[in-house]
């Protein structure tokens, strides 16, 4: 064991949590981390650190001001040029001592187009996955010049992308389909907008050319003033000590630009705070909100209101390489159990054990990965199917065994609609959570997927399928990051069918969104802003869409539909 005095991170961690050790600031340093040299050199009064934890838009205001007192110009003006960029791609609320794991994957896509757009190179091809995932309308505008920018220097640019406002300024368009995994990989279509909107077989199409409309509701719920959740003296990150009342029994939308203070608001003050108020009654799957301690200084009011919570992100749904949906939805179990008792598993004495690739049923050559990695020299290795098993990943006694003509393996290679019509007489509640899994969308993804292949949209809803599945429990409150990640035009109505149905249940949904369809079917919207980071931070605008399209202090309400 390592010395208590030199602990490592994982065992500073769980001295912290048990209270056996204390962090206190350096006095030295003043917990900048710089040596004496360091702290006394400085930029117009600001030491390295200082400029650090600038935002950088802040930043580039400081150093713009200063650039005729500063001597080498040079220098200066590429940092200007490197900040400007940032800018301009909805950077600015960031901090250039932001660690990269903490960023998002749109934030990740932004800052390599940065980097391109900084080096001013030409016959480039780029190819860009959903560069909009947490944008506001307002900042794609801005996108998508920089990438029209990048186009005009004689570049390619390839966007796989859901967003109208991107599909609609691309000069070709490519069309995959009919539907997903194994219902789609067809072209349907490829050529220019216009040809586009004739195009019949396409499930995009129409919602662009206007034959289809976005599903808005008509009527919203009643807000109930006397049943809030009151959150007073919000000050984490750029929070502006808020006080507001989030309303109970409603789906309620929380809008704002990038950086504008949503996850400071929810991520790390409502659920961490809720977190331990609620104690056994918070849901999650692993400890990832230990990291947002609890703020001593928050008030939060009106708890005794809610009998649950259970918080719907985006976070990975399993870390093992042998995890998969069917295991996270709770049904392999049951699956492994049906094979255990036909009769001739039975016969044999075979246990549930043996139709598991981690206990006694996985092949002892692979581990139950199918494959084998071979050493090639240099760090390099390759992948080989397994000899043993045939790349099943089972022992040959699990594969014999089979109900209704299928083994194990063939159930796992299984896509969740293809198992509703499998396990239709012969499992009632298996069949009934993989029809909760087709109603999310999620119908062409394999019961034995591996989770290190499922996109942080796919976890999010397989986690809001386990969810409905389950006996629902009245005065719930389900909180959800950007749901709409991935999703199509269709996929997003039925995703918000459902959540619609869990209000209907007595529960209340928080949703952190930019999609202009889902909140428009919020009943009540919180608008953070004006800005993102320093620029933010404040409740701009509050009330239903109608009143928030009307409201001129709102920067989304110009998006809303009717």
């Not at 991520?267 to 056994?280: D, F, G, S």
């Not at 199917?385 to 109900?403: D, L, P, Q, Y």
């Not at 959540?499 to 209340?508: F, H, I, K």
Request: hydrophobic share 35%; with cysteine; net charge neutral.
């Amino acid at each position: 064991m390592k010395s208590i005095n030199n602990p490592s991170s994982r065992l500073r961690k769980l001295l912290i949590q048990n209270k056996c050790l204390n962090i206190v600031t350096c006095n030295k340093c003043n917990g900048t981390g710089l040596s004496q040299q360091a702290i006394h050199t400085t930029v117009e009064g600001k030491t390295i650190t200082d400029l650090e934890n600038m935002s950088i838009r802040e930043l580039h205001e400081f150093l713009n001001r200063y650039k005729d007192k500063l001597y080498d110009i040079s220098l200066l003006s590429e940092i200007l040029v490197k900040l400007k960029c940032m800018i301009d791609v909805g950077l600015y609320h960031l901090t250039l001592c932001r660690p990269i794991p903490s960023l998002s994957g749109g934030e990740i896509q932004r800052l390599f187009l940065a980097t391109f757009v900084i080096a001013d190179m030409d016959s480039i091809i780029f190819v860009f996955d959903e560069p909009t995932i947490g944008l506001h309308e307002i900042e794609k505008i801005n996108l998508i010049r920089i990438i029209k920018n990048l186009v005009n220097k004689g570049n390619t640019v390839v966007v796989v992308e859901h967003d109208k406002s991107f599909i609609e300024t691309a000069d070709y368009i490519i069309d995959l389909g009919p539907g997903a995994g194994v219902m789609g990989g067809e072209r349907i279509f490829q050529g220019n907008y216009n040809e586009f909107m004739s195009c019949n077989h396409s499930q995009t199409a129409p919602f662009l050319s206007g034959v289809k409309e976005v599903a808005v509701k008509k009527n919203h719920r009643t807000i109930d003033r006397g049943k809030v959740l009151t959150i007073k003296n919000a000050n984490k990150n750029n929070l502006q000590n808020l006080s507001l009342d989030i309303p109970l029994g409603v789906i309620v939308g929380v809008a704002g630009v990038s950086g504008s203070g949503k996850s400071s608001l929810i991520t790390q003050t409502l659920v961490p705070n809720l977190k331990e108020i609620l104690k056994r009654k918070f849901v999650k799957d692993v400890n990832e909100y230990d990291n947002y301690k609890k703020c001593n200084d928050i008030v939060i009011t009106g708890f005794e209101n809610i009998k649950k919570c259970i918080v719907v992100d985006q976070r990975p749904i399993g870390r093992s390489k042998t995890s998969c949906p069917a295991t996270y939805v709770g049904i392999l179990d049951r699956i492994r159990n049906l094979f255990a008792n036909t009769p001739q598993a039975m016969s044999n004495e075979y246990t549930a054990g043996l139709f598991s690739i981690n206990s006694h049923g996985g092949c002892g050559v692979c581990n139950g990965d199918g494959v084998v990695q071979y050493n090639i020299g240099y760090g390099n290795f390759i992948e080989l199917e397994c000899k043993s098993c045939g790349g099943t990943g089972f022992v040959e006694e699990a594969m014999e065994i089979k109900i209704c003509g299928k083994n194990i393996r063939e159930v796992l290679e299984m896509t969740v609609l293809e198992g509703v019509d499998f396990f239709h007489n012969i499992d009632e509640v298996t069949c009934n959570m993989l029809k909760t899994l087709n109603r999310v969308g999620l119908g062409y993804i394999k019961l034995g997927q591996k989770t290190t292949t499922i996109s942080g949209g796919e976890a999010q809803r397989i986690k809001l399928a386990k969810e409905l599945a389950k006996n629902q429990v009245k005065n719930s409150l389900y909180i959800m990051d950007e749901p709409t990640t991935g999703l199509s035009f269709t996929d997003r109505e039925d995703l918000m069918t459902l959540v619609q149905e869990l209000c209907d249940a007595g529960n209340t949904i928080i949703i952190t969104e930019h999609d202009p369809v889902v909140l428009s079917n919020c009943d009540y919207i919180i608008e953070l802003g004006p800005g993102g980071g320093n620029d933010g931070g404040y409740v701009i605008a509050t009330g239903t869409p109608k009143e928030i399209k009307t409201n001129d202090k709102s920067i989304i309400g110009r998006w809303l539909y009717e």
